[in-house]
């Protein structure tokens, strides 16, 4: 695994939209089937999104680097399941960041191994895995299981006390804060500060709640998911943790 830390740096995505999955929709706003059969609508392939997202290896036999298609795969494809990201154009312009750390609006999170070490990535990286029978090693932005679905844009924003609804169709977030945690369970993100207040290097906020009145926030998710939302939180301060528990539709808890 600390090989593959080294390579991210610079490589995995935590950014935003990431391409369209039909003509019609944008790939956060779209699902593909499950992969049984050769996609290619919208100019997705098993292997590669429209916007140049691509994977490696997997029980599709998806192309490794050196090649046009992937340049360098980050993780190991050795096992039938061992799909992994491609270093392609479109991924060298985001830098790697772990989820537990706010991911910006509209991203997903994935195992880029088989360790359930999770990153920030874009939407077509979700679909391109589930697409190559690694569908377990993807979450959404509140670590809820992987499902296919596309994420929502509701068409009217809460007003929720002490905390600044964000993402989709709900606006930015001011300088210094990052839109965090749409999701098909939760509809709204939220505006979090943009330094990460935890541990250097721990991604488990529930040991470092109660640190410099910070929270750890977990989603609720789904019941044989919570376990993984829980050691995948995100350390916030203590008000905003607690306001966001309080009101963010789709629930979610704060531990102090």
Not at 125 to 152: C, E, K, S
Not at 192 to 216: I, K, N
């Amino acid at each position: 695994m600390k090989a593959v830390r080294l390579l991210l740096v610079g490589l995995v995505a935590c950014g935003g939209r990431a391409g369209r999955a039909t003509p019609e929709a944008d790939a956060g706003d779209a699902a593909l089937d499950d992969g049984s059969e050769p996609v290619s609508e919208g100019g997705w392939t098993q292997c590669t999104s429209p916007s140049g997202f691509a994977v490696c290896g997997g029980p599709n036999q998806c192309p490794s680097a050196p090649s046009a298609q992937c340049p360098q795969c980050i993780g190991d494809t050795s096992s039938p399941s061992g799909v992994s990201a491609c270093v392609t154009d479109p991924l060298v312009q985001y830098q790697a960041q772990l989820c537990g750390s706010p991911c910006t609006d509209g991203s997903i999170c994935v195992a880029l191994e088989d360790d359930a070490t999770f990153f920030c990535a874009p939407y077509d990286m979700g679909v391109l895995f589930a697409n190559n029978g690694a569908a377990d090693r993807v979450r959404y932005a509140d670590m809820g299981q992987w499902t296919g679905d596309p994420l929502p844009l509701p068409s009217t924003c809460p007003t929720i006390p002490g905390v600044q609804v964000c993402g989709g169709n709900c606006g930015p977030c001011p300088e210094g804060q990052v839109c965090t945690g749409r999701s098909p369970l939760h509809p709204y993100s939220f505006c979090a500060p943009q330094e990460y207040h935890c541990v250097a290097g721990s991604h488990d906020c529930g040991a470092d709640a109660g640190l410099s009145g910070h929270g750890c926030l977990t989603f609720t998710v789904q019941a044989d998911a919570q376990a993984v939302a829980n050691k995948w939180g995100l350390c916030l301060p203590a008000t905003l943790c607690q306001a966001v528990a309080a009101g963010l539709p789709g629930g979610a808890t704060c531990s102090l």
